[in-house]
């Protein structure tokens, strides 16, 4: 049986931290790898900080928390989309106003490293099944009740029940059985469901909850600050499941106003009935200026505004040019795929797939499309920046190897294809652009079927071809969960291979992360092999305030974590 180990405090540590310190001090692993696994297997940040100080001699590198101060009222220009359930959100922006009210069992800073929030700590099992979370004391809900174990145990049955819609279901694959509804569809096929496995979910007590996996997860916590997962109020469906009409939760901050497309305001609560730390602003402003990109930069400079949520690439020297201006950047795994739906003709032809990958010059489109700000992509969606990233060999633009494709697909005088962008982002719209000449070099003749964001977020998983954003996650595993792995629901390319799951999987449960490089080796391959997408490229994100607003950062996923941010 094996001796379970304990920190000097008593608390449990998990038995791969002592392999973990030896592979530091052996210099098989760097600094941020270590920071990384040694947090999401319940060490606190300041420990592992500690740790890694003390075996590289550089003592304990902590890093250094802003000063605070208080007050001011922030107003920041942002798009405003409906924000009725947060397990269902699709887009950053509507979470940044809801975790103000709503908050997450755990919190990924800009340093990719998960601290304990609403859960005050969690253990894993050595065979990393079982996750056990303890839950903070003493939280209240903004109407007064008592947050617990009931509340999470709500949140993850929500979220892996298929009525409910939620991407999360992705994320927590291990929690779910596939099971056969008892109906086909119209070509016969037997429709399969994912349902939470009975007993996946349990309350120990009052404050601790369990997670009981049908196969081992590494990354269980960085899931869990996914932006759909805030947890909700026990009654949340109950009372008209509605954040944006009955908002309550157990953040700083009450929702005063709320108008989609318009405005959201929101009010600082009494100190005295938050849990936390007092937070520094009284007041956060979002304002929508609408489709035209010109106009928060406008509103910046003309000082209705204090920040911007994002920058174009094209408004980075026009914000240089104003006084007082202060520019942030994160380097993120943000990116945006042409992807094919594999059900649908002529994408159910690999060939046809791999002459759409072949054609792109990828070190090229960087350039064309985003002046270099990020880094070249490889068509399997995992990044240089993700801890499990393993290189594969480049991919080289061949228009030869793409019109041999096409003509053994029976398409020897080339093909017509539309695709569907999002006219909101302009940086896409050049990316297809670039990519729609390398496409004609090779007779792939595509037409750019540019629609308004509204209009194009209601398809965005629908049609057979279409150019999708996807914003940064600290692994390159949550990626694959969310986008790739057999049914789940933003599946948008309909991929289904069984070889993927399961080796995904393998790659999901191991713990030694130059052994989850070489398993990532098998996932990338099977992607980039079958040819689902076509990647853009990787980017750095942008954006901009006025320098008196003190102690902000830039996050990789634009999530804003205003706590400390006060307005000079």
């Known amino acids: 049986m094996t001796k379970e180990l304990k920190d000097e405090s008593g608390k449990r540590v998990h038995s791969y931290i002592p392999e973990l310190c030896e592979q530091l001090r052996q210099k098989k692993i760097g600094r941020r790898d270590f920071l990384y696994t040694a947090t999401m297997l319940g060490v606190s940040a300041g420990a592992a900080y500690a740790m890694a100080g003390k075996i590289m001699g550089q003592g304990a590198v902590v890093p250094k928390a802003a000063a605070q101060g208080k007050g001011g009222n922030l107003r920041c220009g942002m798009r405003l989309q409906e924000m009725t359930d947060p397990a269902t959100f699709d887009w950053v922006p509507k979470s940044n106003v809801a975790r103000q009210i709503t908050e997450y069992l755990v919190r990924t800073g800009a340093d990719n490293i998960t601290r304990p929030y609403l859960a005050e700590s969690w253990e894993a099992s050595d065979d990393l ?6 839950l903070r004391k003493g939280v209240k809900w903004s109407n007064g009740d008592d947050f617990g174990a009931d509340d999470v145990v709500y ?12 991407s999360n279901i992705g994320l927590f694959a291990a929690m779910v059985d596939t099971i056969d509804t008892g109906k086909k569809d119209d070509n016969g096929k037997a429709i399969m469901e994912k349902r939470m496995t009975s007993g996946a979910v ?3 007590d009052d404050h601790t909850v369990r997670l009981n996996l049908n196969s081992a997860v590494l990354s269980i916590p960085e899931n869990l600050y996914n932006y759909p997962t805030a947890i909700v109020h026990r009654r949340f469906s109950e009372e008209g499941g509605d954040l944006s009409k009955n908002p309550v939760g157990t953040g700083p901050y009450r929702l005063a106003k709320f108008a989609v497309g318009e405005e959201a305001v929101l009010v600082k609560r009494d100190p005295r009935e938050y849990w936390g730390e007092e937070v520094s602003l009284d007041q956060i402003r979002y304002i929508d200026f609408g489709d035209d990109a010109s106009a928060p930069v406008a509103a910046l400079a003309s000082n209705q505004v204090d920040m911007v949520y994002e920058l174009q690439v ?13 520019l942030h950047q994160a380097v993120t795994a943000q990116t945006a795929v042409a992807r094919m ?9 690999r060939k046809v797939r791999q002459a759409v990958q072949a054609c792109i010059d990828h070190d090229s489109l960087l350039e064309l499309a985003y002046r270099g700000f990020g880094a070249p992509a490889e068509d399997h969606h995992v990044s240089p920046i993700h801890p499990e990233y393993f290189k594969l060999p480049e991919q080289k633009q061949d228009i030869a ?17 539309k695709i569907d962008l999002n006219a909101n982002v302009a940086w896409e719209i050049a990316a297809a652009q670039a990519m729609r000449e390398m496409w004609l070099k090779a007779g792939i003749d595509v037409q750019l079927n540019v629609l308004p964001g509204a209009q194009f977020w209601g398809i965005w998983d629908k049609t057979p071809f279409g150019l999708t954003s996807w914003t940064h996650r600290p692994l390159g595993v949550m990626v694959m969960n969310l986008a790739y792995r057999s049914g789940v629901p933003w599946n948008e390319s309909h991929y289904d291979s069984a070889e993927f799951d399961a080796a995904l999987d393998d790659a999901s449960g191991t713990l030694d992360v130059n052994e989850r490089r070489k ?20 980017r750095s994100v942008f954006n901009a305030a006025h320098e008196r607003v003190k102690n902000y950062q830039t996050h990789p996923t634009f999530y804003h974590q205003l706590d400390k941010v006060r307005i000079a």
């Open 519 to 538: 398993k990532m080796e098998k996932v990338q391959s099977i992607l980039r092999g079958d040819a689902v997408i076509s990647q853009t490229l990787w």
């Open 401 to 417: 190897k793409a019109k041999a494709l096409l003509a053994e697909a029976g398409h020897p005088n080339g093909i017509q294809l």
């Open 155 to 166: 949140n993850f049955e929500r979220w892996t029940d298929p009525a409910t819609g939620s």
């Open 341 to 349: 739906q594999v059900d649908q003709e002529p994408f159910t032809d």
């Open 314 to 326: 094209s408004q980075i020297d026009v914000i240089k040019r104003i006084p007082g201006m202060v």
């Open 129 to 134: 099944k079982t996750w056990t979370f303890k």
């Open 202 to 204: 349990e309350k120990i």
